[in-house]
Every structure is written in structure tokens, then in C-alpha cells.
């Protein structure tokens, strides 16, 4: 069974950088979208962003408040999607999830456990 | 970018009794290749989102089948045929025809 496990959470000072990784198991990362969703805690969700699938050619959508901040990429060989955040702000404070689509299309049908990045000074 | 718009945002439901959560998009999620990427999702209090509905009428796998999702175009519908009180949560309608993928701002279900 799919399976995601997000780590590279932490505290991080408004401007500042981190990375987070997402393992993946149980399926070829490369053959499936990937993506990254973050929840401000209590709040609802918001999507982050997206890296097509191989075949697909691979391209990378992200939502308007983190584009020019925020890359997603990921290393087949290693089976792991990463989201390398630049430029922090309080307002990216929140719980972040992978997320793909391996069986449900045009849905989000395995989740990671998520990982709490929280930017403050 | 598309608005999904969930009402009730909050629904003290009976155990036992039906439960109906409404998703309304602003614009139609039928794509391009003929499918609508309406999805359902249900998160449980310390837990991540977990898919119940997809392509607006799909049980996921392991999904109970008092779940079903209904609708078409812009108007999209959850239905819980009999409340159960693993049910409580938040639950999020999803597009995923047009990026940026959307979310509606959830619906908290409670038992009375």
C-alpha cells in the first residue's frame, strides 16, 4: 500500500529557509503527480503545489502566495518529493502535507501524516 | 481561480439520522477530457485529510458505503445515510480540474 512520511519541519525565522522531504513507498514516485498542501492549524486546507508525473513531462504549478518562494522537486531514485521553501513569512506558518493521486484521478487519495513548519522571530 | 463554497459550515447531526453537505464551485469543474475532479474529504481531529468521494460519485476504497457523492457541474452533494460517531470531523470538498486546486472552507460535522 502507498504510503508518505513528510520530515524538515521546525521553527525558522521570517526570511529564512527549509526544506522538506516527503518518502515515498509503495509506489513509483515518478509515475504519479505529487503535491503539497499546507493547513494553518484549525484553519482549512490550501494547496501549495505540483510536479507532474515523468511521462508527464514533469512541470511544477504553485498557488499564487508561495510562487518565486517555494520550489517542488523530487529524485526518483531516492522515491522522495522535497519542497525547498525560501523567504519565509509568518503567513507560511501552518502543518504541511504531501499529497498524490495513485488509484482515485483528479484526487488526493494518500496523504502523509504532515510536518509543522512555523516561522516566527 | 475557481471558489468552492461548503455549506453548512457546521452540522450537529443525531447518530442515526442522514447527513447532507452541499459544495458549490463558481465556475464548472467539467474538464476538458470529460471528467468533473469533484472530490470529498473527511479529516478527523489529529489526523491528515483522507479521500472518501472522488470524480464527484466514486467510493474510495475502504469507504463505507452509507458515503455518497452526488451532483454535477457547479452544485456537488455528501450525503451520510446514518451518522455514526467515527463520522465527527471536518469535511472538505476538492477541485482538481483547474490549478490552482481549490478547497472548499470545510464543514464541521457533530453529533447533537
Known amino acids: 500500500e502507498a504510503h508518505l512520511v513528510e520530515s524538515g519541519g521546525g521553527f525558522v525565522k521570517p526570511g529564512g529557509s527549509l526544506g522538506l522531504s516527503c518518502a515515498a513507498s509503495?509506489?513509483?514516485?515518478?509515475?504519479?503527480?505529487m503535491n503539497w498542501v499546507r493547513q494553518v492549524p484549525g484553519k482549512g486546507l490550501e494547496w501549495v503545489a505540483r510536479?507532474?508525473?515523468?511521462?508527464?513531462?514533469?512541470?511544477?504549478d504553485y498557488a499564487a502566495p508561495v510562487k518565486g518562494r517555494f520550489t517542488i522537486s523530487r529524485d526518483d531514485s531516492k522515491n522522495t518529493l522535497y519542497l525547498q521553501m525560501n523567504s519565509l513569512q509568518s503567513e507560511d506558518t501552518a502543518v504541511y502535507y504531501c499529497?498524490?493521486?495513485?488509484?482515485?484521478?483528479?484526487?488526493?487519495?494518500?496523504w502523509g501524516q504532515g510536518t509543522l513548519v512555523t516561522v516566527s522571530s | 481561480d475557481i471558489v468552492m463554497t461548503q455549506t453548512p459550515l457546521s452540522s450537529p447531526v443525531t447518530l442515526g439520522q442522514p447527513a447532507s453537505i452541499s459544495c458549490r464551485s463558481s465556475?464548472?469543474?467539467?474538464?476538458?477530457?470529460?471528467?468533473?475532479?469533484l472530490s470529498w474529504l473527511q479529516q478527523r481531529p489529529g489526523q491528515p485529510p483522507r479521500l472518501l468521494i472522488y470524480?464527484?460519485?466514486n467510493r474510495f476504497s475502504g469507504v463505507p458505503d452509507r458515503f455518497s457523492g452526488s451532483g454535477a457541474g457547479t452544485d456537488f452533494t455528501l450525503k451520510i445515510s446514518r451518522v455514526e460517531a467515527e463520522d465527527v470531523g471536518v469535511y472538505y470538498c476538492?477541485?482538481?480540474?483547474?490549478?490552482?486546486?481549490?478547497f472548499g472552507q470545510g464543514t464541521k460535522l457533530e453529533i447533537k
Open positions: 499529497a498524490t493521486s495513485v488509484t482515485a484521478p483528479g484526487a488526493f487519495d494518500y
Open positions: 509503495g509506489f513509483a514516485l515518478s509515475n504519479v503527480w
Open positions: 510536479i507532474i508525473s515523468k511521462a508527464g513531462g514533469g512541470a511544477t
Open positions: 465556475q464548472s469543474l467539467g474538464h476538458s477530457n470529460e471528467n468533473t475532479y
Open positions: 470524480k464527484i460519485s
Open positions: 476538492m477541485q482538481a480540474t483547474q490549478i490552482p486546486y481549490t
